[in-house]
């Protein structure tokens, strides 16, 4: 377990005002063991008991390598909690890696005095920096109000930054005034690259800037880690089996255990993500595995191969009602749920009546918040009853 501050002092001054982390006054030792207790206390354990949950802890602070600063009038912030139109400015993120703090330090002096979105009224031209810090790279994608009547002095403005800085990638993204949110399809690249790129367990994953991919890459990596070894466990025998990956973004999962497999199916809803994820196919020499762009609540247009392995990572939302019955219909032998929500996990799990939890890990991939990710193996009644 890493070592933090057990005071109960929250080490950012902005606790309790900022929208962000929220658990800062709370021992890091005590936040994992009180998910813990969380989950086990939402979910129907059945055949494994609490002590058999295995936790996977982060360093308490400077583990985001993403993070989507608000431009302020005075710099750059957060959301102040409970009052959306409203903003903190941030002198430092402690939960953001160092590199994040000091890109928004060379941002904040260089964009002195813009002229920052408001909410309330709809008028401003600078919304967001969204500052992303990979291994060894960085980007950052400027977001703008497309509706703005100074758009093309902002455009001009962040071409001389992006003369200045060392950041290699910049972009510029517009976003419609009525619209709240830091990514578009509708941007351009200033310099650099829209695309970056991780490692995963030696394989190379690219991604787009603006795309999904997850914030804190040491546990990531675990997980990963974690997962490949739970199917390891019967490698022999999936070797005749196929593996279907689904809310795959960019093809993580299905990439990392494609040679545990005869064939790999990998499906996402998302176009961009897809090209990102035949892209990883190619880098990585994968040959056994496909993709499908499809939303998953429409599975059941697939060719099913009876000897089928699930792995399904949905988003906070969970699964749709109509992915879940058609898992049920093709009770594969082994399910692999990793869900980023708790609550909703523990909506889903009591639907999948032919299986049972075999094991339960919790990586805590969000510190100083309620938030983590939970890897649950399910395996069909009968494969366990055979045992």
Not at 78 to 107: L, M, S
Not at 177 to 200: A, C
Not at 236 to 242: F, H, P, S
Not at 323 to 347: D, F, G
């Amino acid at each position: 377990m890493p070592k933090t501050n057990t005071d109960d002092k929250p080490r950012c001054p902005h606790f309790g005002k900022c929208g962000g982390c929220n658990t800062q006054h709370i021992p890091y030792e005590v936040q994992v063991e009180n998910k813990k207790k969380f989950l086990t206390s939402m979910i129907i354990l059945s055949d494994i008991s609490e002590d058999d949950i295995k936790i996977f802890p982060s360093q308490p602070y400077n583990y985001r390598n993403r993070m989507d600063l608000i431009f302020t009038k005075i710099g750059l912030g957060f959301r102040v909690r409970g009052k959306w139109q409203q903003t903190v400015n941030i002198d430092e993120c402690h939960i953001a890696k160092p590199k994040i703090n000091q890109i928004a330090e060379e941002i904040k002096s260089f964009f002195k005095n813009c002229e920052c979105f408001n909410l309330v009224n709809k008028e401003g031209t600078y919304r967001y920096a969204v500052i992303r810090t990979p291994e060894n790279t960085s980007s950052i994608s400027f977001v703008l109000n497309s509706d703005s009547f100074h758009i093309g002095d902002a455009i001009e403005k962040i071409k001389e930054f992006a003369k200045k800085t060392d950041v290699p990638n910049i972009l510029v993204t517009y976003v419609h005034s009525r619209t709240d949110t830091s990514i578009s399809d509708d941007f351009f690249v200033v310099k650099g690259s829209d695309m970056l790129k991780g490692t995963y367990l030696g394989k190379t994953f690219h991604y787009h800037v603006q795309g999904f991919f997850q914030n804190n890459s040491e546990l990531a990596e675990q997980m990963h880690e974690y997962v490949n070894n739970l199917l390891k466990e019967n490698q022999e025998k999936y070797k005749d089996y196929t593996l279907w990956d689904l809310y795959a973004g960019v093809g993580t999962f299905g990439i990392i255990n494609a040679d545990l497999f005869k064939n790999v199916l990998i499906v996402e809803s998302f176009p961009q993500c897809i090209d990102a994820a035949k892209l990883n196919l190619e880098e990585n020499k994968i040959t056994n595995a496909e993709t499908q762009v499809l939303d998953a609540r429409y599975i059941s247009r697939l060719d099913a191969p009876e000897k089928l392995i699930i792995l399904t990572d949905p988003p906070r939302s969970g699964m749709h009602p109509k992915t879940v019955e058609h898992l049920n219909k093709l009770n594969p032998e082994l399910l692999i749920y990793v869900s980023c929500n708790m609550k909703q996990l523990a909506r889903d799990l009591p639907k999948f009546k032919n299986h049972k939890i075999k094991s339960l890990a919790i990586f805590d991939f969000f510190p100083q918040t309620p938030h983590c990710e939970v890897v649950v193996e399910l395996i069909r009644k009968e494969i366990i009853e055979d045992h």
